[in-house]
Nanobody
């Protein structure tokens, strides 16, 4: 089991900045990717940024150049620095962790997604 706790959301004016944090606890050694998603009212949840299992960093086109994903492995924490915020960035932001565990000698795996409780980001115009 993995627990994810987000913090750092809030209300900010357009052009402002916020930094979100996601602290992981539990069996964090099984995590092979972590990232941030967001869901605006009436819309589907979408990827914002993620560290992939292959060691790459992916960003949604809408946030490239404005958002930066980083991590502190010693603290099992992932950060999302959000600059030049726009009203369109308003959403609930969720941290997601993906685990992959090898369960037998043949190499069969069990994979699972974990989600945080979400943190509200509101950008006023």
């Amino acid at each position: 089991q993995v627990q994810l706790v987000e913090s750092g959301g809030g209300l900010v004016q357009a052009g402002g900045s916020l930094r979100l944090s996601c602290a992981a606890s539990g069996r964090t050694s099984n995590l092979n990717s972590m990232g941030w998603y967001r869901q605006a009212p009436g819309k589907q949840r979408e990827l914002v940024a993620e560290f992939t299992s292959g060691g790459k960093t992916n960003y949604a086109d809408s946030v490239k150049g404005r958002f930066t994903l980083s991590r502190d492995n010693a603290k099992n924490t992932v950060y999302l620095q959000m600059n030049s915020l726009k009203p369109g960035d308003t959403a609930v932001y969720y941290c997601k962790g993906h685990t992959r565990v090898v369960v037998n000698v043949e190499g069969a795996t069990v994979e699972r997604d974990y989600w945080g409780q979400g943190t509200q980001v509101t950008v006023s115009s």
